[in-house]
Nanobody, 123 residues
Framework: QLQASGGGLVQPGGSLTLSCAAS????????VAWFRQAPGKEREGVLC????????PFAYRVMRRFAVSRDTRNNTVYLRMTSLTPEDTAIYFC??????????????????WGRGTQVTVSS
């Protein structure tokens, strides 16, 4: 089971680090993607951490602001977000694709989703 956490209220320009923890699935060498969904909008891909620890951005506007890392000891993938703007306000989800499937930007490519965590950027 996946669980995203670490969301909260942050001022514009601030930073947050989200965590995606798995209780029954090893995340080592596992592609893990981050998605977000703002009110009234479709779920969009943010970026993906590939099986070889490569970072694949899905949204250009998060490039150079968001970064992903993996802690195999704690079986957790992190999403570090900096220089946050109100446009980053959304519920953030982590997801895992089926075996043999790599990083994809389409939410339909993933069959294992965790509960989201709310990120609100506001002054």
């Amino acid at each position: 089971q996946l669980q995203a956490s670490g969301g909260g209220l942050v001022q514009p320009g601030g930073s947050l680090t989200l965590s995606c923890a798995a209780s029954d699935l090893p995340l080592r060498n596992q592609p893990v993607a981050w998605f977000r969904q703002a009110p009234g909008k479709e779920r969009e891909g943010v970026l993906c951490f590939g099986s070889r620890d490569e970072t694949i951005p899905f949204a250009y506007r998060v490039m150079r602001r968001f970064a992903v890392s993996r802690d195999t000891r704690n079986n957790t993938v992190y999403l570090r977000m900096t220089s946050l703007t109100p446009e980053d306000t959304a519920i953030y989800f982590c997801a895992i694709p089926p075996p043999g499937v790599g990083c994809r930007s389409a939410p339909s490519a993933y069959n294992h989703w965790g509960r989201g965590t709310q990120v609100t950027v506001s002054s």
